[in-house]
């Protein structure tokens, strides 16, 4: 039976009319005091799971975040709210923190955030113990899967927390994670009885496109300029000299991009994310060490301009885009190159013969969407077990690639690489698709390769068409990456079949209107569902929201969200009773701003 608390506090304090999905289902039933494994898709209203019961429970809620430079502005959202919350971590004074205990210890907080290293010290475990716990909340809980994307082994210790507070339900949460990591993340929590809440994985509103590279930061500047121009979005690269080379490549050509890697010092990575999340318009270019927890609604794009090394990652990073539920984009270019730096990568990397074929397994997975000739959203969704139809909102189904037979095309590759293998010569693509088109070159003629039966086989493709099918026979395992010949091409034990024409290979041809402007396609939160007319009063509620986020030290998102802002904007409110039925407008923040606002709405 649902707790008429539960729904009293959604719309008091968070200003929400009703639940979404199983959101009221999961309250409940922590609410009832059960354990509970939560997969929801960011911007799928998570934190709402624990945050809502730990304001009905007695006590306070403790909320276990790896993400401690995030912690502050959690709680300074959740004070805007009118929430006694509160942090423990390693930036703080002796005597802030001794505050923050005594608070909890005099039951003064509603939630206290704990990173997993300060909840594991003695110190801590026994305030906990002198205090009342309402619940414990495990967010980010894919850190505890060894075979996740972002594994952290303080997460490990936490299964004792069932052992010491057997009464006080626990709930586990996570964006991303197949049924195996689920299963992983419940057994290594302890977590066995819990009940499995999973939420659609589907993020309609992120607009999925993957590319053939072709001068990646000449195609994202493009991307940013045609269709992103002024909004905030993420570009994730693979090492941290090109995240500085691509921010610094885009700050020369007049985008407001900054850099973030593990490289960089403690306060320049703490500084630049604050600018992230306070400022409009800021393109952060990171490695993967940015994003995990990141609060803020209205990134209009993720680009990736490496190959992520898995379908697990490449969703949780896309998943930062569009948390507002307003278009966005989740862009990646991709090439021949990628491929044979992940297979390296793999074949160089410690760990056993088990942990490689896992990485295998992941990077084939993402070669697979990316390759695919099928719905993109089809394919991601499937990997985490999801079936859905056709979603219209992906570059396959807006722009249907071709598939063509590239049987013969593949046998005149893998006869080069035979033909040279016996030899004893191993090469990389760029001098085998040389030999394919009968370019004479320094190489070709100092080893004789001119003589090849296989030279100038290929001549009627060009370079580009060459790497798109060494890239494919790369991505389906009839090519293998030797690394200890650094990077150049071997067979595989499935060209065989390949080779003597047993087997039909069907390849994948880009559209030739793959890479035209876009610019028709704009998805600024302004142009979307926004009547023209309603428009002054937005920018004016906008710039209003700007000075008080500035006054009062936080984001602007955590004063009103842009999608709040547009309904005020659309509805035109008179009274505060009225304001108070606008989405995400709470009691606090209708005492605290529904003067102001009415004032702006009566100006127009």
């Given amino acids: 039976m649902s707790d008429p608390r539960a729904l009293s506090v959604l719309q008091r304090v968070f200003g929400y009319e009703s639940f979404r999905g199983d959101q009221q289902d999961i309250v409940q039933h922590v609410i009832d005091g059960g354990d509970a494994l939560v997969l929801m898709p960011t911007g799928g209203g998570k934190s709402l799971c624990y945050q809502v019961p730990a304001l009905v429970r007695e006590g306070t809620g403790v909320v276990v975040s790896p993400l401690i430079a995030l912690m502050q502005d959690q709680v300074d959202a959740l004070t805007e709210l009118g929430v006694r919350a509160a942090f423990l971590n390693s930036t703080q004074e002796w005597r802030v923190a001794r505050e923050v205990e005594q608070a909890f210890l005099a039951g003064e907080l509603d939630l206290l955030y704990v990173a997993p290293e300060r909840l594991m010290t003695d110190r801590c475990l026994e305030l906990l113990e002198r205090g009342r716990v309402a619940l414990f909340a495990i967010d980010e809980a894919h850190c505890v899967s060894q075979w996740g994307h972002d594994f952290r082994p303080e997460y490990l210790a936490l299964s004792m927390l069932h052992e010491r507070w057997p009464d006080v339900p626990r709930i586990a949460l996570t964006a991303t994670a197949t049924a195996a990591t689920r299963d992983e993340i419940a057994q290594r929590l302890a977590l066995d009885t819990a009940r499995h809440f999973v939420a659609s994985f589907d993020r309609p509103n992120i607009r999925y496109r993957i590319v053939e590279k072709n001068e990646v930061r000449r195609q994202l500047l493009d991307l940013i300029r045609t269709e992103h121009a002024g909004d905030s979005g993420v570009v994730y690269c693979l090492s941290r000299a090109r995240v500085e080379e691509t921010a610094e490549f885009l700050c020369n050509n007049g985008i407001n991009a900054l850099p973030y890697h593990a ?202 068409a060459w790497r798109g099918v060494l890239r494919q026979l790369l991505a389906q395992g009839l090519l293998m990456v030797d690394h200890e010949g650094y990077g150049t091409l071997a067979l595989t034990q499935d060209s065989r079949a390949v080779l003597k024409g047993e087997r039909q290979l069907m390849l994948r041809r880009e559209s030739e209107k793959k890479e035209r402007s876009r610019g028709t396609q704009r998805t600024r939160a302004e142009a979307v569902d926004l009547p023209p007319e309603a428009k002054p009063l937005f920018d004016a509620l906008r710039a209003w929201r700007g000075e008080v986020a500035k006054n009062h030290g936080v984001p602007a998102y955590v004063i009103f969200h842009d999608a709040t802002l547009r309904e005020i904007a659309t509805a035109k409110p008179e009274t505060l009773e009225d304001l108070g039925h606008i989405s995400g407008v709470g009691a606090r923040k209708l005492d605290a701003y529904g003067e102001d606002i009415l004032r702006h709405v009566a100006q127009g």
């Fill in 263 to 464: 490289g960089l010092g403690a306060q320049v990575r703490a500084g630049n994310q604050s600018r992230f999340l306070r400022e409009d318009g800021i393109v952060m270019v990171a490695t993967i060490a940015f994003g995990m927890g990141i609060d803020k609604p209205d990134v209009r794009f993720v680009a990736h301009i490496d190959l992520p090394k898995s379908v697990e990652g490449y969703y949780q990073e896309t998943g930062r885009a569009g948390r507002d539920g307003l278009p966005a984009s989740a862009w990646l270019a991709y090439g021949l190159q990628d491929v044979v730096q992940q297979r390296r990568m793999i074949d160089e990397s410690p760990g056993d013969e088990a942990y490689r074929r896992r990485l295998g397994q992941q990077l084939d997975a993402m070669l697979g969407l990316c390759e695919t000739v099928e719905c993109r959203r089809v394919r991601l969704l499937a990997y985490f077990g999801q079936t859905i139809t056709a979603c219209g909102n992906c570059d396959v189904c807006l722009d249907p690639p071709q598939a063509w037979d590239g049987t013969v095309a593949a046998q005149k590759v893998l006869s080069a690489v035979y033909r040279l293998q016996q030899r004893g010569q191993r090469y990389g693509a760029g001098h085998i698709i040389d030999i394919l088109r009968g370019k004479s070159t320094e190489r070709t003629r100092q080893h004789d390769h001119e003589s090849l039966t296989v030279f100038g086989i290929g001549a009627d493709l060009s370079d580009q």
